[in-house]
T-cell receptor, first 110, second 114 residues
Framework: LAKTTQPISMDSYEGQEVNITCSHN???????ITWYQQFPSQGPRFIIQ???TKVTNEVASLFIPADRKSSTLSLPRVSLSDTAVYYC???????????FGGGTRVLVKP | NAGVTQTPKFQVLKTGQSMTLQCAQD?????MYWYRQDPGMGLRLIYY???????DKGEVPNGYNVSRLNKREFSLRLESAAPSQTSVYFC?????????????FGPGTRLTVL
């Protein structure tokens, strides 16, 4: 299974941009990169997914360099409600068996 | 739509007792999953069902059994609970079992085994 490495925690302030970088050195050709968000006492929630270059939706952007060995989740202008754990996953082409690492705990301060 | 629902929300068991965790989805999804999450850890896949009528082991299947009752329902059974199974259990579903298929998670069941 593809292993991902991401920072354990990050602090930020309201209104700032938060960038979380994840490394996935052994990503396979057909794998996707997926990010989930989890609030305390809730199940994870899908944020964004990409294969290469840049993907943007209403809540985040995902930047993937050409070699695809890393990716960066960008959360623009965070608010207190963005305090959560963010998981970077490699979505295997051979079946949707998500492997969750420890995630990055993001704390947004006022 | 309720999405993914799980029952019960909380459960306390004694070692050796058995119980079944229930999960249902109303999104007409083909694939369903059971995960466990230990404190401060990421989720680990226990079992999954790619489609109705099929089930497969995930990363940590020992001590568990599953039943895909129909397209909507996927249950997880602990035959003889052990303290090591104290965890939060999440059920999830997706449209299909493959990449780029978003998984939708339920609210979880908090299980304590004494």
């Amino acid at each position: 299974l593809a292993k991902t490495t991401q920072p354990i925690s990050m602090d930020s302030y309201e209104g700032q941009e938060v960038n979380i970088t994840c490394s996935h050195n052994n990503i396979a050709t057909n794998d996707y990169i997926t990010w989930y968000q989890q609030f305390p006492s809730q199940g994870p929630r899908f944020i964004i997914q990409g294969y290469k270059t840049k993907v943007t939706n209403e809540v985040a952007s995902l930047f993937i360099p050409a070699d695809r060995k890393s990716s960066t989740l960008s959360l623009p202008r965070v608010s207190l409600s963005d305090t959560a754990v963010y998981y970077c996953l490699v979505d295997k082409a051979a079946g949707n068996k998500l492997t969750f690492g420890g995630g990055t705990r993001v704390l947004v301060k006022p | 739509n309720a999405g993914v629902t799980q029952t019960p929300k909380f459960q306390v068991l004694k070692t050796g007792q058995s119980m079944t965790l229930q999960c249902a989805q109303d999104m007409n999804h083909n694939s369903m999953y059971w995960y466990r999450q230990d404190p401060g850890m990421g989720l680990r896949l226990i079992y999954y069902s790619a489609s109705e009528g099929t089930t497969d082991k995930g990363e940590v299947p020992n001590g568990y059994n599953v039943s895909r009752l129909n397209k909507r329902e996927f249950s997880l059974r602990l035959e003889s609970a052990a303290p090591s199974q104290t965890s939060v259990y999440f059920c999830a579903s997706s449209g299909f079992d493959g990449p780029a298929s978003e998984q939708f998670f339920g609210p979880g069941t908090r299980l304590t085994v004494l």
